[in-house]
């Protein structure tokens, strides 16, 4: 079955240090998106991209970096990790064009930054 | 800044029960989604209604839209234990821009 995974689901990091989250879908899906969920609120989004070699900033940007060098993957990194981006990250993708729609989400990664 | 937000944030009822969240946003969308998060996983597609539709059934979800006041109704009839969930409205944009903006969330107890 296709799915999304995200990995690490876990992760301790201390401020500064440069930190990759990866995703990794298998429905062929074009656009993938990164979201971060801080407690007891909705998602934000990060980075999204429409299609390999496009990407494009969201709400959060700042911080945070995005490629997308092939379909199936869209890895961010945090170039130096501040404690204020804590907070769990989902990755989720959907199939592009006129689909507006559906989105498929990973499991989630959840960051803390000591 | 968020695009939909759900009200209540928290609504507790009892197995049996209907439960009813709604959802208001700001501005003119493509389609309106909702999502189940369990605790600790990831959100769940359970329906999408678009800006051209008023009503929607899928199983126990019923979703209403009304574009005119800019609000969206979820309601979950004979709700179990096992719906004891948060749901997120999301947006979808007019643009065909492919991403969709979420609100906080209602979070729903139901009691056995």
């Known amino acids: 079955d296709a799915e999304i995974t995200q990995s690490p689901r876990h992760k301790i990091t201390e401020t500064g240090r440069q930190v990759t989250l990866a995703c990794h879908q298998t429905?062929?899906?074009?656009?993938m998106f990164w979201y971060r969920q801080d407690l007891g609120h909705g998602l934000r989004l990060i980075h999204y991209s429409y299609g390999v070699q496009d990407t494009n900033k969201g709400e959060v940007s700042d911080g945070y970096s995005v490629s997308r060098s092939n379909t199936e993957d869209l890895p961010l990194t945090l170039e130096s990790a501040a404690s204020s981006q804590t907070s769990v990250y989902f990755c989720a993708s959907s199939k592009g064009g006129q689909n507006t729609g559906e989105l498929f989400f990973g499991e989630g990664s959840r960051l803390t930054v000591l | 800044s968020q695009q939909g937000e759900e009200d209540p944030q928290a609504l507790s009822i009892q197995e049996g029960e209907n439960a009813t969240m709604n959802c208001s946003y700001k501005t003119s969308i493509n389609n309106l989604q909702w999502y189940r998060q369990n605790s600790g996983r990831g959100l769940v597609h359970l329906i999408l209604?678009?800006?051209?539709?008023r009503e929607k059934h899928s199983g126990r979800l019923r979703v209403t839209l009304d574009t005119s006041k800019k609000s969206s109704s979820l309601l979950i009839t004979a709700s179990r234990a096992a719906d004891t969930a948060s749901y997120f409205c999301?947006?979808?944009?007019?643009?065909?821009?492919?991403?969709?903006?979420f609100g906080d969330g209602t979070t729903l107890t139901v009691k056995p």
């Open positions: 999301a947006t979808g944009p007019n643009t065909n821009a492919g991403k969709s903006t």
């Open positions: 429905w062929n899906h074009n656009n």
């Open positions: 209604i678009r800006s051209n539709e």
